[in-house]
């Protein structure tokens, strides 16, 4: 009889992992292939016929082809980061979110599954750019206001490159009115607006009433990143 409650004790704790059973197919979803980032991307991995939600994921990136790797996030070992999304099609999927902005460069990255045994790895890779270099600064500000106009034109030259010198690709501008809120206060820059376009039109009250008006034009890039912007 001792041997018999042994036995069920034992069958006991190992059902439930055997329940979780590993996926059909685990895979990298987002960023897609061959994708430029941000230093905090999110990644979102699928598990094709599995409970996402019992299973456990790890998401490893490598600079040299997997010789080494570069960042490992493990939610075994470290739950933080890590939440269920859905696909477009509203498939659940795992996703995470690093809590320290990654070093720049090109990677590859992968998955693999934990259903309470033993890992399976996925079978592809994905490449990835960690984009983190801002865009140069934006030239050739210029301003416009009739007299008697309540809004003031600002344009300014696209940003073609980067901080190096490199091709880069913008997805909007934020332009800053410079101005003083309040009797006694320094100016300083506020954001009147963003636009993906080479041209802003502020149309704010208090651009109206200033008979001097200051502006700077920043470009922020397709992976997000902002020249001054810190994590």
Not at 11 to 38: C, F, K
Not at 139 to 148: A, F, K, N, Q
Not at 188 to 199: S, V
Request: glycine content about 8%.
């Amino acid at each position: 009889m001792g041997r018999l409650v042994v036995a069920l004790v034992i069958l006991g704790a190992v059902l439930p992992a055997i329940a979780q059973r590993q996926p059909e197919h685990v895979s990298p979803v987002a960023p897609e292939n061959g994708a430029s980032t941000g230093k905090k991307p999110r990644f979102v991995v699928s598990a094709e016929g599995a409970d996402v939600e019992k299973l456990r994921f790890r998401i490893q990136l490598s600079a040299d082809g997997f010789k080494s790797i570069a960042y490992a996030f493990d939610q075994k070992e470290d739950p933080q980061g890590w939440a269920v999304t859905a696909l477009p099609d509203q498939s659940p999927a795992g996703a995470y979110f690093p809590k320290e902005p990654l070093r720049g460069g090109d990677y590859l990255w992968r998955v693999s599954s934990w259903d309470g045994l033993g890992w399976k790895d996925g079978s592809e890779t994905f490449r990835l750019r960690i984009d983190d270099v801002p865009p140069a600064d934006v030239e050739g500000v210029m301003l416009r206001r009739p007299p008697g106009a309540a809004c003031v034109h600002v344009e300014w030259r696209p940003v073609t490159v980067d901080r190096d010198g490199r091709p880069e690709q913008i997805a909007q501008y934020h332009v800053y009115r410079y101005a003083a809120k309040g009797a006694m206060q320094p100016i300083r820059p506020f954001e009147a607006g963003r636009t993906p376009t080479l041209q802003f039109e502020d149309c704010d009250a208090e651009t109206a009433a200033s008979p001097i008006l200051y502006y700077k034009v920043v470009a922020e890039d397709t992976a997000g990143n902002i020249p001054g912007r810190r994590y």
